[in-house]
Structure formats: structure tokens, C-alpha cells
């Protein structure tokens, strides 16, 4: 299996951080598994300009292919006024409409406020399902009061975290089995 943590921002640092802890997590649990950590922030990526996936040379084609490449990918980003990072944004405007089909993702957000909440459920889970991906229904949201000096200080986040990957693998499974059954359906 084929996973990739995403820190979907180029700003901040507590995404990072975030999926610092997930990437620690999963090569513990899953050290079987092919996983790629993608931070935006270490990558020069061009702007969408409508042409396909593998036309993008150099950082642009590398994380767009990664993330093509990917049964499961780990999303995290921060909210920012209210809304994604335009470079998250940006990732999902380079990738074809279908991009996450047959994908599971796993959502981890960091914000300054509870009420952010609402951005998941109205911003970033409608785009994840417009562009066909098996999302996991529930998500590690972490506020300021977690974090200090770069470091998660809640140790209920790294049960939820734990949570969070161990359901979204489940889900993974249980998508390969359906998966699996309609295409055994067809008989030939």
C-alpha cells in the first residue's frame, strides 16, 4: 500500500508537526507500507493553469504524481480566515477531477478557534467528494492551546491521531473488499 502524509500548507508550523507525529505512527505501526511525507513548504509548486497532471515538471509533477500514486493519503492542513490554504487549494486544482477515486483520506486540521470546525465539514469534505475520494468520517482537529513551541502537548491528540490512522487503514480495507466484490461481479 502506497500512503502519503500532506501538510497542505506553506505557512505555520503545527500541520507540520501534526504530521510529523502521523509520519512517526505510521512507519511504527505500518513499517511494511511505502509512506511519502509531502510538506508543501518544502516544495516549489507552479500555479494550476488547467493542463494535465504529468505536463508539470520538476516539484509540481513530483507531489501531484505522489498523490496520484497514493491508496491513502493523510491530509492536513491549517485553517486560515475561515478557509484553506491557497496552496492546498492550489494542489487540488492541479489534480484531474477523479484524482482521489479509489483513495481514502484522512483529514487532520490545526486551527486557532473551535468554531473552525466548520470549515472541515463545509469547505474541505465537499471538495475531497467532489473529487471521489472514500473519506473518513471523523477527523483529529487540534487547536493553539495543543501545541507549544513546535511540540503537541495534549497526549489526547496522539490517541486520536493513533485513531485516526488505524480507521482510515480499516477503511482502506473495507474499500478493497467492496472493491474486490464488484469486480468479481462481472465474471470475466
Not at 113 to 121: D, P, W
Given at each position: 500500500m502506497n500512503i502519503v502524509a500532506l501538510s497542505g500548507s506553506i505557512a505555520g508550523s503545527k500541520t507540520r508537526t501534526a504530521i510529523e507525529a502521523v509520519s512517526e505512527i505510521i512507519t511504527k505501526t505500518y513499517p511494511e507500507e511505502v509512506f511519502t511525507l509531502i510538506d508543501l513548504a518544502d516544495y516549489d509548486l507552479m500555479f494550476s493553469d488547467g493542463r494535465n497532471y504529468l505536463e508539470?515538471?520538476?516539484?509540481?509533477?513530483?507531489?501531484?504524481q505522489k498523490l496520484m500514486e497514493a491508496d491513502i493519503i493523510i491530509m492536513g492542513t491549517p485553517i486560515f480566515h475561515a478557509s484553506i490554504p491557497g496552496a492546498l487549494k492550489n494542489i487540488f486544482d492541479l489534480l484531474p477531477v477523479n484524482a482521489l477515486q479509489d483513495k481514502v483520506v484522512g483529514i487532520l486540521v490545526t486551527a486557532g478557534?473551535?468554531?473552525?470546525?466548520?470549515?472541515?465539514?463545509q469547505q474541505l469534505k465537499p471538495i475531497l467528494s467532489y473529487m471521489k475520494a472514500?473519506?473518513?468520517?471523523?477527523?483529529?482537529?487540534m487547536e493553539e492551546k495543543d501545541?507549544?513551541?513546535?511540540e503537541i502537548v495534549n497526549d489526547d491528540i496522539f490517541f486520536r491521531l493513533e485513531r485516526l490512522i488505524e480507521d482510515t487503514f480499516?477503511?482502506?480495507?473495507a474499500m478493497?473488499?467492496?472493491k474486490k466484490a464488484k469486480e468479481d461481479a462481472y465474471g470475466f
Open positions: 508539470y515538471p520538476g516539484d509540481t509533477g513530483f507531489v501531484t478557534s473551535a468554531k473552525h470546525y466548520l470549515v472541515v465539514e472514500s473519506i473518513v468520517p471523523t477527523y483529529v482537529f501545541f507549544y513551541r513546535k480499516q477503511t482502506s480495507e478493497e473488499i467492496v
